[in-house]
């Protein structure tokens, strides 16, 4: 599955963003969709996960509350829908696929998007 993620942008500390995640080919909802951000000099990191069928939702701890992941299986795409933003949410935000089990872990995705700047100003 090829995956394109965009939607990112610049936004006021504050402010929302929503992002998307189109899927190519015709088994996107047997796949888990992950997102993860990776913040300029450092790892990248686990944001959330949406199960195949999108009846269960797994966040970051420290992002519960405001972020949420929806999907799409007849439009073959992934949201993140973005509130509250500050300005330590400033990161490339990747879309991942996988059928693996953990899905919380990057490493179990074989499947990654080429990541979309989300730039949150002070």
């Known amino acids: 599955v090829q995956l394109q993620a965009y939607g990112g942008g610049l936004v006021q500390a504050g402010g929302s963003l929503r992002l998307s995640c189109t899927a190519s080919?015709?088994?996107?909802?047997?796949?888990?969709l992950g997102w993860f951000r990776q913040a300029p000099g450092k790892e990248r990191e686990f944001v959330g996960v949406?199960?195949?069928?999108?009846?269960?939702?797994t966040y970051a701890d420290s992002l519960k509350g405001r972020f949420t992941i929806l999907r799409d299986n007849a439009k073959n795409t992934v949201y993140l829908e973005m509130n509250s933003l500050k300005y330590e949410d400033t990161a490339v935000y990747y879309c991942?696929?996988?059928?693996?089990?953990?899905?919380?872990?990057?490493?179990?995705?074989?499947?990654w998007g080429q990541g979309t700047l989300v730039t949150v100003s002070s």
């Open positions: 991942a696929a996988t059928t693996l089990f953990q899905p919380t872990i990057a490493t179990r995705y074989p499947y």
């Open positions: 080919g015709r088994t996107f909802s047997s796949y888990d």
């Open positions: 949406i199960s195949s069928g999108g009846t269960r939702q």
